[in-house]
């Protein structure tokens, strides 16, 4: 007992700092539900610490930089039959995103084709979407096929899978960050901003992002009137991409044995919305 009470009065102020960094951490964390459930039936809650603002700000910024960059290069949208393609499945995918979340159809979409040997394709927050020449050309892609890629992102962009993956860089850094940034201290916007910059691109998405992707992905493609079941086809084809060097978007994406048999499950779920819109 006396042991004890000589170790708190010792560390009485570290035990008192850390209490206080953890309340403020969890007023600073906040539990939302990104989108809604729809046909898929995706409901997980999510937790966030790092701002929607901040995370968009990072996405502007960065898209505009390596948009003006292929620009320059003339490597954007260079070929009009290709963009024309590209912006026209993307368009009646974002139609699409109301059934997910209705805010989204006020975000500021733009869509673009960089002509780039890599296959890879990809959707920063807030709806900036990138499709590389290499994976319309290397796999011979088909329509419903690139409807199933962009839908897959399109989807990791309604969760805010980055800002979700950015908010536990935040909480795992913790300490001064987490109480400046509870403290609004003016120089925590950098640190937010790092944060939020490396949860844009580049890390690979956990297992839990890449099945709620999935299967939000062949409902979106679905709904827009293009066969979910090209979902399947798609990552088959990117499997085989690349031989010894596996495509970039396969480590952003990493593989899971089972995707297969959860997007046959739930492609034939979304079929009747399929059939429904090819009606239209
Ligand atoms: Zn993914």
Not at 3 to 20: S, Y
Not at 174 to 180: D, M, V
Not at 212 to 220: H, K, Q
Request: charged residues 20%; aromatic residues 6%; positive net charge.
């Amino acid at each position: 007992m006396k042991q004890t009470l000589n170790i708190q009065r010792r560390h009485g102020w570290k035990a008192t700092a850390a209490a206080l960094a953890t309340s403020l951490m969890l007023a600073s964390c906040q539990t939302v539900q990104t989108t809604q459930a729809g046909a898929v039936g995706i409901d997980r809650k999510q937790t966030m610490a790092v701002s929607a603002a901040s995370m968009e700000q990072s996405a502007n910024k960065q898209y505009g930089q390596l948009m003006a960059e292929a620009e320059k290069k003339g490597k954007l949208n260079a070929d009009t039959a290709q963009y024309a393609r590209v912006k026209g499945i993307a368009d009646k995918l974002i139609r699409q995103t109301t059934a997910f979340r209705p805010d989204a159809l006020n975000w500021k979409w733009e869509v673009n084709v960089l002509s780039a040997p890599e296959v890879n394709a990809w959707c920063m927050p807030g709806g900036k979407i990138a499709v590389y020449s290499g994976l319309i050309d290397k796999l011979k892609i088909t329509d419903d096929e690139l409807a199933a890629v962009m839908g897959h992102e399109i989807a990791h962009a309604l969760r805010e899978h980055s800002r979700e993956r950015a908010s536990e860089q935040a909480v795992a850094g913790i300490g001064i960050t987490i109480l400046a940034t509870v403290a609004g201290v003016g120089q925590i916007g950098q640190k937010g901003m790092e944060y939020a910059y490396q949860g844009l691109l580049g890390l690979p998405n956990s297992r839990a992002h890449e099945t709620e992707a999935d299967r939000m992905g062949v409902e979106l493609a679905a709904r827009a009137g293009y066969d979910p079941r090209a979902a399947i086809s798609l990552w088959q084809k990117m499997g085989e991409a690349g031989g010894s060097e596996p495509p970039k978007f396969m480590s952003t994406h990493p593989p899971r044995a089972d995707r297969v048999r959860d997007l046959t499950a739930y492609s034939e779920r979304v079929m009747p919305l399929y059939q429904q819109a090819k009606l239209k």
